[in-house]
């Protein structure tokens, strides 16, 4: 069973969105996947995802209300398959921090989205559009990483 973590900055708004949305499209197409999310900071441990995303991912029907916030360990490096960082920020972050001998590969998500865009901005100091406009792209990023997986499985 391939592992996935999902990484942003404080993991309450975008990794948490693309572990519940990544989650709900696997189990649509009867793949198998352990799923998580992590920030690189640990300003949030502990807490819920931002009330405004589990609030427009809850529109479309993915439920983040379980998930709590933490911040990625050594370990992760050693027991996920993939760190999928949410900007080039994170996805350096991952990378200065991530031990030589690591078994993960660190890439950025939206690098498997049929899209030009290949950050996941931060939408935490903006409006309600923001939160949406960051669940199209992750709902993007998730069918292009379901795709790779299954051709890799090929």
Known sequence: MKRILF????????SPAAEGVLRAKARDRGMSLYIESAGTGAWH????????????????GYDLSHQRARKVTDADFFEFDYLLAMDLSNQV?????????????IRLFLDFADSETRETP????GGDQGFEHVLDLIELGAA?????????SE
């Open 45 to 60: 441990a502990g807490d819920p995802p931002d009330a405004r995303m589990i609030k427009a991912a809850g529109r479309r």
């Open 7 to 14: 990484v942003c900055l404080g993991n309450i708004c975008r």
């Open 144 to 152: 292009g990483f379901l795709d790779h997986l299954e051709d890799e």
């Open 93 to 105: 972050d991952l990378l200065e921090v991530a031990p030589p001998n690591r078994e993960c590969d």
């Open 122 to 125: 931060d939408p935490y100091y």
